[in-house]
């Protein structure tokens, strides 16, 4: 029970909404700041291999936001195939941007990986599947239709009363905050070494630990081929769509 409370607030006080909500804001405030304390302990600098790895921040345990959802995910990509398969400059489109994660080993079939591992993942309490959809943009030259991953899906809810979630809830976001451009500027320059670099494929530079490749699964049909089988993926870094990807890469 609290012992202090405070039973007077100025006429200015009183019409501030922000301090109407003082308690609220104070509770916001402090899980936030425990999200972010979680985010700082999810990377770490692989010196040896010259990589950054990356566990997800998840705010409690999977199983109590998720449940397995393949078969939601199978029918958002036959779907996809279904509307895409036919239109050879769209498919060229998809296959090409899914080959080039494939190439970079962003990303992996499951069945490539070694046998123990895909024990591991499939032995999980929860193998979440991040439906895609194609997404066109007429205003790009190089990519007017691409695949994006959809981390706001969420999943059944069994009779457990788990699940009913999506990846995003499970995510632990931290404050809400942007790059500050003076101190970096500031930073680059004031150092003795400056580093520049291209930002494309920016997210996986990050590199996700394996035992939380469970939570980064996609279908794919080979070629966006009907007649192919559908194979499971794995995303081995942290992607687009993740919404603790923004802060991941900005720690």
């Known amino acids: 029970e609290n012992l202090v409370q405070v039973d007077y607030r100025c006429p200015k006080c009183r019409n501030c909404q922000s301090c109407r909500d003082a308690h609220q804001t104070e509770r916001v405030s402090l899980r936030e700041e425990q999200e972010d304390a979680l985010i700082k302990d999810c990377v770490t600098l692989d010196y040896e291999n010259q990589r950054f790895l990356c566990s997800l921040p998840l705010r409690g345990k999977a199983e109590d936001f998720l449940v397995t959802n393949k078969r939601d995910a199978q029918k958002v990509l036959d779907r996809q195939v279904l509307l895409y398969h036919k239109e050879e400059a769209t498919k060229d489109l998809i296959v090409k941007a899914m080959n080039k994660l494939f190439k970079k080993n962003h990303i992996q079939l499951l069945k490539d990986l070694p046998e123990h591992t895909q024990r591991m993942i499939l032995d999980e309490a929860v193998n979440y599947f991040i439906p895609w959809r194609v997404v066109f943009k007429a205003s790009s030259i190089s990519t007017p239709a691409r695949p994006v991953v959809d981390c706001s899906a969420k999943t059944p809810l069994n009779n457990q009363g788990q699940g009913g979630h999506c990846l995003n809830d499970l995510m632990a976001k931290g404050k ?69 990807a923004a802060p991941i890469s900005e720690e």
């Open 176 to 244: 809400s905050k942007s790059f500050n451009l003076i101190q970096m500027l500031l930073r680059f320059s004031i150092g003795t070494f400056g580093i520049s670099g291209d930002i494309s494929q920016f997210y996986n530079v990050f590199k996700l630990k394996p035992e939380f490749w469970h939570l980064q699964l996609f279908l794919w049909r080979e070629a966006l081929d009907p007649e192919k089988p559908v194979d499971i993926v794995v995303i081995k870094t942290i992607i687009y769509g993740n919404e603790a």
